[in-house]
């Protein structure tokens, strides 16, 4: 029996553990580390760093191991088909990296970024292990993005009474401003769609690169103002570090 737990840790800062994310950790068998690959070394350190951290002076601490990351397939055409194909192929690592490093069973982590029930696959590709193998999940939630972003510049996420809705940068880009909201919060936008959003002289936004992180970086003001200097800031910060993860609070006046 494998005890699959995952583990919500927050945008990166260590202080952003709960303290039911401190015990699961010290409670594992086995931690996995996604590898990203070259230029993406900070994710998996950070995450080495929050475990270091945690299991410091720890009597029985946990087998910690990476393993790479499959690659999305970009040619299959059809977006979904792809990131099914990515998940299938995500769920067949983990399975070899438990069956390699606890055969006999036990407690396996994975540390997710942010909160594992927000625009995260992990709950999906957990599904997909389970149709191979008996495990009980457990999740553990975490500080979302979304929360790192408001804190960063001192904003609520909506305003009185109004709803606020959670896109992506591919549906604001294909779609358009949804309709009946104000307010939106776009995350995965590596197209910079908020240059897609129609009158942007009345559009508030506020954007934030490497939330909660020791090298944030946070714009904000009126959209046709601000924009050019984040799409500056945007590829200076991606140049500097081989990736980037942002997201951004947007609001329309009427």
């Keep these: 029996m494998i005890t699959l737990s995952l583990i919500g840790i927050g945008t990166g800062n260590p202080k952003h553990l709960t303290l039911e994310?401190?015990?699961?950790?010290?409670?594992?068998?086995?931690i996995l580390i996604p590898?990203?690959?070259?230029?993406k070394d900070d994710l998996a350190g950070l995450r080495q760093e929050i475990?270091?951290?945690v299991l410091e002076g720890a009597v029985e601490v946990p087998k910690i191991v990476g393993f790479d990351l499959p690659v999305?397939?970009?040619k299959t055409a059809d977006y979904r088909q792809r990131v099914d194909d990515w998940h299938d192929a995500i769920a067949e690592v983990w399975s070899a990296a438990i069956a390699a490093h606890l055969p006999e069973g036990g407690r396996v982590g994975f540390l997710v970024w942010g909160d594992p029930s927000l625009y995260d696959s992990t709950m999906r590709i957990a599904e997909r292990l389970a149709r191979v193998r008996e495990i009980t999940l457990r999740v553990i939630p975490?500080?979302?993005?979304?929360q790192a972003l408001t804190a960063a510049h001192g904003v609520p996420l909506n305003t009185i009474g109004a709803p606020v809705?959670?896109?992506t940068g591919r549906r604001l880009r294909d779609e358009g401003w949804p309709e009946g909201c104000d307010t939106l919060v776009v995350m995965l936008d590596g197209e910079c769609s908020f240059q897609s959003v129609a009158a942007p002289d009345k559009?508030?936004?506020h954007w934030s690169a490497y939330a909660g992180m020791a090298n944030e970086i946070n714009i904000a003001g009126t959209l046709s103002e601000v924009q050019e200097q984040i799409l500056t800031t945007r590829a200076a910060a991606r140049a500097d570090h081989g990736w980037l993860m942002d997201i951004y609070l947007l609001h329309r006046t009427p």
Excluded: E, F
Excluded at 35 to 39: A, L, R, S, T, Y
């Design 21 to 30: 994310a401190v015990d699961a950790i010290r409670a594992q068998d086995l």
């Design 35 to 39: 590898q990203k690959g070259v230029g």
């Design 51 to 53: 475990c270091a951290q």
């Design 72 to 74: 999305r397939d970009p």
């Design 142 to 146: 975490g500080i979302t993005s979304i």
């Design 165 to 167: 809705q959670i896109t």
């Design 203 to 205: 559009v508030t936004i």
